[in-house]
């Protein structure tokens, strides 16, 4: 039985199945054609996530720059409440740090939490939690690294591909805006 972490067990067959028909159902590409190509000059101001559609975006004013398909904490419906809930945050927020050594490839700091998430933690007794980031895949995917493609498995975090992190790295710059919407 193989077992990769933050991912159901499944068997081989079972996984197999589960595997062929996601990349059946991936689009061919990571980036979507339906976005305004980035002319010389043109710079990324914004994030924008919309967890429904599973998608991130790269904005430069009101244009769509980039677009890719992400992968969300394990319990991706609602706002992060409390550490451990799987939660991806919903909100206004900023890319303020990064790490080229994380335990994921690469990561952008989101500055989750904000004063409101304290606040609302602290009324329940919780702990906010933090370390929301942007990242690719865990450093140890190896050749399992399709099988993360179009799941949410982080434990809160916002999932791109290596490649796609790459070019997210490239463009966004510290201090970018992101917006997390439902």
């Given at each position: 039985?193989l077992?990769?972490p933050?991912?159901p067990?499944?068997?081989?067959?079972c996984l197999a199945?589960?595997?062929i028909?996601?990349?059946?159902?991936m689009?061919a590409?990571a980036?979507e054609?339906?976005?305004?190509?980035?002319?010389?000059?043109t710079?990324?101001?914004q994030?924008l996530?919309?967890k429904?559609?599973?998608r991130?975006y790269?904005?430069s004013?009101e244009?769509?720059?980039?677009s890719?398909?992400i992968?969300?904490g394990?319990?991706p419906?609602?706002?992060?409440?409390?550490?451990?809930?799987?939660r991806?945050?919903?909100?206004?927020?900023?890319?303020?740090w990064r790490?080229?050594?994380?335990d994921y490839y690469?990561?952008?700091?989101?500055s989750y939490?904000?004063q409101q998430?304290?606040a609302l933690?602290?009324a329940?007794?919780l702990?906010?939690g933090?370390?929301?980031m942007?990242?690719?895949?865990?450093n140890d995917?190896g050749?399992l690294?399709f099988?993360f493609v179009?799941?949410?498995?982080?434990?809160g975090?916002i999932?791109?591909s290596?490649?796609e992190m790459?070019?997210?790295?490239?463009?966004?710059a510290?201090g970018?805006?992101i917006?997390?919407?439902?």
């Open positions: 039985m077992s990769i933050h991912l067990r499944f068997s081989g067959a199945a589960l595997l028909g996601l990349m059946l159902s689009p590409a980036s054609l339906n976005v305004s190509a980035m002319q010389d000059g710079s990324v101001n994030v996530i919309r429904q559609e599973r991130l790269l904005m004013g244009d769509v720059v980039r890719y398909r992968g969300l394990d319990n419906t609602g706002h992060k409440l409390f550490e451990g809930d799987e991806t945050p919903e909100g206004q927020y900023t890319l303020d790490n080229s050594n994380s690469k990561s952008i700091h989101v939490p904000n998430d304290r933690a602290e329940w007794g702990d906010p933090g370390s929301i942007i990242h690719g895949l865990p995917a050749d690294a099988a179009g799941l949410d498995w982080t434990d975090c999932a791109v290596n490649e790459d070019e997210i790295w490239q463009l966004v510290d970018t805006p917006k997390i919407l439902p």
